[in-house]
């Protein structure tokens, strides 16, 4: 079974750098897929943040791109997100999700973990 | 940049059959994809690729996608089945998610 499971600082100050990790476990990231960031905003829709390929290409949203960044270590099978100087519309519950190449569907998604900026 | 639209809420009664629309430009020539999501759970796959089931999703979900609509369509509506309803699509390099339809079973 799939899992994946989201893990950070619950708290970061504003304009300072967002760290998640998202770890993977029964199906190894070099196999395949995409895996992909996506947040929800308190009381707002999912908004895609961006994917990474295992073997290493990116793709982010443009509205986001100059703040994000996306790497995988398929050594400890997990892929991680850094989202530089946050303000307080960065804060939202952030989920990890495994996806499909072929239209980007996720099939596999992280519990969510909520990060609030705030100082 | 890309959008799709999505009714803001839905209401269909228990048995019933529920239909939410996704409306995009040509998105029909795009893969559309639906997701529940109940208040505090993760999202949850019912459709990909316009009208594929993942394992495990109840048959009474279907989807098609044609021209500049997709569609999601809730046969038999449950009381359980009463969510948040997203579509997705893939265009030009960017995952574009629609605003989301409440979905309210009554």
């Known amino acids: 079974q799939v899992q994946l499971q989201e893990s950070g600082p619950g708290l970061v100050n504003p304009s300072e750098t967002l760290s998640l990790t998202c770890a993977v476990s029964?199906?190894?990231?070099?196999?395949?897929?995409?895996w992909g960031w996506i947040r929800q905003p308190p009381g707002k829709g999912l908004e895609w943040i961006g994917s990474i390929h295992h073997s290493g290409g990116t793709y982010y949203n443009p509205s986001l791109k100059s703040r994000v960044t996306i790497s995988v270590d398929t050594s400890k099978n997990q892929f991680s997100l850094k989202l530089t100087s946050v303000t307080a519309a960065d804060t939202a519950v952030y989920y990890c999700?495994?996806?499909?190449?072929?239209?980007?569907?996720?099939?596999?998604w992280g519990q969510g973990t909520l990060v609030t900026v705030s100082s | 940049s890309y959008e799709v639209t999505q009714p803001p809420s839905v209401s269909v009664s228990p048995g019933q059959t529920a239909s939410i629309t996704c409306s995009g430009e040509k998105l029909g020539d795009k893969y559309a994809s639906w997701y529940q999501l109940k208040p505090g759970q993760s999202p949850v796959l019912v459709i990909y690729q316009d009208s594929k089931r993942p394992s495990g999703i109840p048959e009474r979900f279907s989807g098609s996608n044609s021209g500049n609509t997709a569609t999601l369509t809730i046969s038999g509506t449950q009381a359980m089945d009463e969510a948040d309803y997203y579509c997705q699509a893939w265009d030009s390099s960017t995952v574009v998610f629609g605003g989301g339809t409440k979905l309210t079973v009554l």
């Open positions: 029964g199906y190894s990231i070099s196999s395949g897929y995409y």
């Open positions: 999700a495994r996806q499909y190449a072929s239209g980007m569907s996720g099939d596999y």
